[in-house]
């Protein structure tokens, strides 16, 4: 995989440079609220203007349906990428049509572009290899040179990830290339005790890690809404806590494996319940109460670990060496039940391992909890390709960027 070192060796001068970044960020209404992601291809798009590139600057942002809709436009990241860099930024309306033609070619060296969200164009996520191969295309006529620096996509086999690498010279930027580095070393000569955190709302949507790291790992930390799936297996009371009941069977299987492999399972001993779901908007007092983690009353439901639970999952990470960690304990966003992702957070600050936070909402709770991001050994902007990096699937995205 060549790195932009090489291409900034090799020269950009006068060519344009497609930067397929990650600025798929959080809005309320245009307020980005964690810019995060933005920062991160930082490095990149800054290496490549002060070398004389004419950067364009690509993502997606949110899900929309394959035509423009304002509520995802990437107006409000362009302007907050052009604030970073202490420079304008050119903003095309569109992604391949003549907006985005007039802006790239009235780039000069050292100028930086965003086109819109692609995908705003069906063509991008189209299964169909031919239209995503047209729209490649397209993209293609915009650039002399590709560099992949969007981590939190690489597990997409879209036309700007997957098939525009194909159509010109291409590089891997410093995010991709840090990002692949730190995740080689949670599989790749692991140092141990290796302890990964999981949380998170749904059980399915780790199983697969979880099935690799039954292998792999000595310890797992269970929390967030998917470990109620966990203790029921186990055959406790959850009251009206979020289940997966599909789910338990193979979530069973996996607390055998545990035993038998020698991996330390942990799950709460005690958790914070609730009535209800907390208003998160109005953020008014959730009514939080502690009970054991066997006996959840009826009509109660788990939002967070409870205090025993955050002293138990902080003594298991002291002594690791290395700690993964991906999912919030409970749901941080509500002062009365974010006691739990914090104490993870601190155990992971508090300790002397290698640190990783594995994208999505545990990079958010990091942030909007106030915590220092430098202090982690790492976090990740991509919490999907994480996880099925760490379960050992070819990511389109990276295969793309091999020669």
């Known amino acids: 995989m060549k790195t932009i070192d090489e291409l900034l060796t090799e020269g950009v001068a006068g060519k344009r440079v497609f930067v397929r970044a990650d600025l798929n960020v959080p809005l309320d209404g245009t307020r980005i609220t964690d810019d995060g992601r933005i920062r991160a291809v930082l490095p990149t798009v800054k290496a490549l203007a002060d070398a004389g590139g004419r950067v364009v600057v690509a993502s997606h942002l949110g899900r929309p349906k394959g035509t423009p809709d304002p509520a995802f436009s990437l107006a409000?990241?362009?302007?907050?990428?052009?604030?970073?860099?202490g420079s304008d930024v050119a903003f095309a309306t569109d992604t391949v049509g003549e907006?985005?033609?007039?802006?790239?070619?009235?780039?000069?060296?050292?100028?930086?572009?965003v086109v819109e969200n692609l995908r705003f164009n069906a063509g991008e996520t189209s299964k169909d290899d031919a239209e995503r191969g047209a729209f490649a295309d397209e993209l293609a006529a915009l650039a002399d040179v590709y560099v992949g620096d969007g981590f939190g996509a690489v597990h997409r086999g879209h036309a700007s990830v997957f098939d525009l690498p194909a159509r010109l010279p291409h590089y891997a930027g410093y995010?991709?290339?840090?990002?692949?580095?730190?995740?080689?070393?949670?599989?790749?000569?692991?140092?141990?005790p290796y302890a990964v955190v999981l949380g998170g709302a749904k059980v399915s949507d780790k199983l697969a890690v979880i099935d690799q790291l039954l292998g792999k790992a000595d310890r797992l930390l269970i929390g967030g809404g998917m470990v109620f799936t966990f203790l029921k297996a186990k055959g406790h009371e959850i009251g009206s806590s979020l289940v997966q009941e599909d789910q338990l069977p193979v979530v069973l299987e996996y607390i055998e494996r545990a035993e038998k492999n020698g991996v330390e399972l942990v799950l709460p001993v005690d958790v914070v319940v609730a009535p209800e779901f907390p208003d998160l908007?109005?953020?008014?007092?959730?009514?939080?109460?502690?009970?054991?983690?066997?006996?959840?009353?009826?009509?109660?439901?788990?939002l967070d670990i409870g205090p025993e639970s955050r002293k138990l999952y902080a003594s298991k990470i002291a002594d690791a060496a290395?700690?993964?960690?991906?999912g919030p304990m409970g749901v941080f966003e509500h002062p009365d039940f974010a006691e739990g992702t914090k104490a993870v957070a601190q155990a992971l600050l508090d300790s002397q391992a290698f640190t990783v936070v594995g994208g999505g909402d545990s990079a958010a709770a990091v942030r909007i909890l106030g915590f220092d991001e430098n202090a982690f050994g790492h976090i990740s902007t991509g919490g999907g390709a994480s996880l099925e990096y760490l379960e050992g699937k070819t990511l389109p995205g990276l295969a793309a960027l091999e020669d």
């Open 175 to 192: 995010l991709i290339a840090t990002e692949v580095g730190v995740l080689r070393k949670l599989t790749d000569d692991v140092k141990r």
């Open 322 to 326: 290395t700690v993964f960690w991906n």
């Open 99 to 113: 907006s985005a033609r007039t802006t790239v070619a009235g780039l000069a060296d050292g100028q930086v572009a």
């Open 76 to 85: 409000p990241a362009a302007a907050r990428l052009g604030e970073l860099l």
């Open 281 to 302: 908007k109005t953020k008014a007092p959730g009514r939080p109460s502690t009970v054991a983690a066997d006996a959840m009353p009826a009509g109660q439901m788990g």
